[in-house]
């Protein structure tokens, strides 16, 4: 089992530029969760989901998007890129009350 | 609103010392998270502690869980260099977790 893929690893956008960060669990866990990290600033938590079809703000959704259709693929939108989105996407899923397993990251650099 | 502090947020310690790690969260939770991360790297589960008074051990580091004072310590037993790392406790928050800003641990011969 693969648990908690993401692509792509690395990415350097311009700004105003768009781009979709995949996320995909053969966990069969209905939560997922998307994450930033800013050094020394812990993670944030951008959108999740209980299941396909719901979504759900974070404490940080300003400028992005996401979408659940499948129990396995969470992808996070990046509609117009802005230096501030510079950081460490995680994605994350879960079991409802349990332990969150994540994916490797995607790192993102907006010039 | 949760607020998960930790502290020291930076740590340097000896080869073979001891030292105590504390998270602090300011909301009732019954559930505490404590994972580890390696430079680059993503986060690895190191303990769930499930109610008042839970305890886990994983070689030289222990976990407990004092759920009245909402406070939960990471003790690390014999410093090595290979707990070197940046330690996140979590508490839940409706869904998902409200994590600390992590304790960076530098581990020296």
């Known amino acids: 089992n693969a648990g908690v893929t993401q692509t792509p690893k690395f990415r350097i956008l311009k700004i105003g530029q768009s781009m979709t960060l995949q996320c995909t669990q053969d966990?069969?866990?209905?939560?997922m969760y998307w994450y930033r990290q800013d050094p020394g600033m812990g993670l944030k938590l951008i959108y999740y989901s209980v299941g396909a079809g719901i979504t759900d703000k974070g404490e940080v959704p300003n400028g992005y998007n996401v979408s659940r259709s499948t129990t396995e693929d969470f992808p996070l939108r990046l509609e117009l890129a802005a230096p501030s989105q510079t950081s460490v996407y995680f994605c994350?899923?879960?079991?409802?009350?349990?332990?969150?397993?994540f994916g490797p990251g995607t790192r993102l650099t907006v010039l | 609103e949760l607020k998960v502090e930790q502290n020291p947020l930076f740590l340097s310690m000896q080869e073979g010392k001891n030292y105590t790690i504390y998270c602090n969260y300011s909301?009732?939770?019954?559930?505490l998270y404590w994972y580890r991360q390696d430079p680059g790297k993503s986060l690895e589960s190191l303990f769930v502690?499930?109610?008042?008074?839970a305890v886990k051990q994983e070689g030289r580091l222990m976990a407990s869980l004092d759920t009245k004072a909402r406070l939960s310590t990471l003790h690390i037993t014999a410093a090595v260099h290979d707990l070197s790392a940046t330690y996140f406790c979590?508490?839940?928050?409706?869904?998902?977790?409200?994590f600390g800003k992590g304790t960076s641990l530098l581990v020296t011969p």
């Open positions: 502690l499930l109610s008042n008074g």
């Open positions: 909301t009732t939770s019954d559930r």
């Open positions: 979590a508490a839940p928050s409706g869904y998902a977790l409200n």
């Open positions: 994350a899923t879960s079991a409802w009350g349990g332990t969150q397993y």
């Open positions: 966990m069969n866990h209905n939560y």
